[in-house]
């Protein structure tokens, strides 16, 4: 995985010194999970004294919670004017983003952590999940006023049945971002169904 900045010797500033920790904490996540990691981890990856990180956030839980909504910062919801050519966007952002950072390993392994744990599985929800269906929301219910869609068509279904294929893939390819379906073959099959046509 690729730091962003090479930390220096010394007492980095405040900003820098909130960067390494995140960058620290997503590094030790993906190489052993969220059960082995710990705080003095943390503060010996990134270079910083306990106090910096502690004056920041009280917990473990606290810190990944941060990590995990930094992962999605910059997303938006695109607005092409089209559905096609907004879920197209939207899976190009999401899935460069993704190989950017290493998150199709992090997700799956994560999410796995969170089957017997609750804490975990809240946090997992509310800084990663949530904020994606969020977005996916705005796009289908843009795509409702466009006409596109019918008015009374289930919008957590349809974000289920376009995410869920994605992910999917991803747990059976190992993470290979190479195999996932095109936006385009998977809106299609969706929208216009997989019977023969007339």
Known sequence: M????????GRPR????????????????????YRALTMEQVRARAGVGKATIYRRWQSKEELVATVIE????????????TLAGDYEELGRSV????????MTTFMPRLLAETVDNAELHAIF????VAP???VMRTVLERAVARGELRGDVDLE???????GPAFYR??????DVAQLFAPRELLDALLNGVAPRQ
């Open 2 to 9: 690729n730091v962003t900045a090479k930390r220096l010797p």
């Open 14 to 33: 405040s900003e820098a010194s909130h960067q390494a920790i995140v960058q620290a904490t997503l590094e030790l996540l993906l190489e052993g999970g």
């Open 70 to 81: 930094h992962l999605h910062s910059d997303l938006q919801a695109p607005d092409t004017g």
């Open 95 to 102: 899935i460069g983003g993704a190989a950017k950072v290493g």
């Open 125 to 128: 929800y509310a800084n990663l």
């Open 132 to 134: 994606r269906r969020a």
């Open 157 to 163: 279904l349809v974000t289920d049945m376009l995410v």
């Open 170 to 175: 991803i747990l059976i390819t190992a993470g």
